[in-house]
């Protein structure tokens, strides 16, 4: 069983940054696409980020240019920088595996809530 446990998230002032990490085990995340969502109070989960098996991304317009997703395949850890946060970003973020046409694959994490403060 898969299993998902985000970190990095907590209470940060509009412009600053954050930096969030997500330890997989019981899958290699190099044989994965893999993503980051997130949900807002009373909004769908959306996905922000992706990952793919060549180490290409694609973003959301909402934070393309502000976020950067990666992966240490040693570590079998997703990150997520984000930088120039803003109030809308407040959320709490998820990531896991990507099947087509944008499912996860796994069951989901806790999450890691982050609060942008205006």
């Known amino acids: 069983q898969v299993h998902l446990v985000e970190s990095g998230g907590g209470l940060v002032q509009a412009g600053e940054s954050l930096r969030l990490s997500c330890a997989v085990s019981?899958?290699?995340?190099?044989?994965?696409?893999m993503g980051w969502y997130r949900q807002a109070p009373g909004k769908s989960r959306e996905l922000v980020a992706r990952?793919?098996?060549?180490?290409?991304?694609y973003y959301a317009d909402s934070v393309k240019g502000r976020f950067t997703i990666s992966r240490d395949n040693a570590k079998n850890t997703v990150y997520l920088q984000m930088n120039s946060l803003k109030p809308e970003d407040t959320a709490i973020y998820f990531c896991?595996?990507?099947?087509?046409?944008?499912?996860?694959?796994?069951?989901w994490g806790q999450g890691t809530q982050v609060t942008v403060s205006s």
């Open positions: 896991n595996s990507i099947l087509p046409p944008l499912r996860p694959r796994w069951s």
């Open positions: 990952i793919f098996i060549g180490d290409s991304t």
């Open positions: 019981g899958s290699s995340i190099s044989t994965n696409v």
